[in-house]
């Protein structure tokens, strides 16, 4: 299996994605299920599904703020859920305000903590949001 990133872990277990799970994908790259080394075409949530785990590609601040605040209800119903969000990397040399400080920033806001960092690919990284556990039910 190709890996990205020190660890040697692939991308599929770096994300937590597991059989099963219902998973939403927001601004997917077109080589995702190449990075996964998996289709996971099966497990994309249907319309109107609660994703256990959302993966959010985002270009900027302006879009990060906007798609997280579309995910606010899913974390109420389902305060198990998995977001990782996902930004250009500096290497990238793609112009971005995304930093994890500001996804970071936003969480802590926003009844969010941040567990987990990631290589993704040679150009995203990721950062691993959940709800705190004090704050499930």
């Given at each position: ?9 692939p ?8 059989p099963?799970?219902k ?11 190449k ?11 249907k ?7 959302v993966?959010l590609?985002?270009?900027d ?6 798609e997280?605040k ?9 305060p ?11 290497a990238?040399k793609i112009?971005?305000?995304m930093?994890?400080d500001?996804?970071?920033n936003?969480?802590l ?26 704050k499930?039910?």
């Open positions: 299996m190709a890996t990205v990133g020190y660890s040697g872990t991308l599929l277990n770096k994300l937590g994605i597991k099963k799970m998973v939403m994908v927001i601004n997917m790259p077109p080589d995702y299920y990075l996964l080394e998996a289709d996971i075409a099966d497990q994309l949530c319309k109107n599904a609660i994703p256990d785990l993966h590609f985002v270009k601040k302006k879009e990060f703020e906007a997280m579309k995910l606010k209800a899913f974390c109420k119903q389902n198990n859920i998995t977001i990782w969000a996902s930004w250009y990397k500096k990238a112009e971005t305000d930093t994890e500001v996804i970071r936003y969480a806001k926003n009844d969010l903590v941040d567990v987990k960092v990631c290589a993704v690919s040679d150009i995203w990284s990721g950062l691993k949001l959940v709800v705190p556990l004090t499930r039910k």
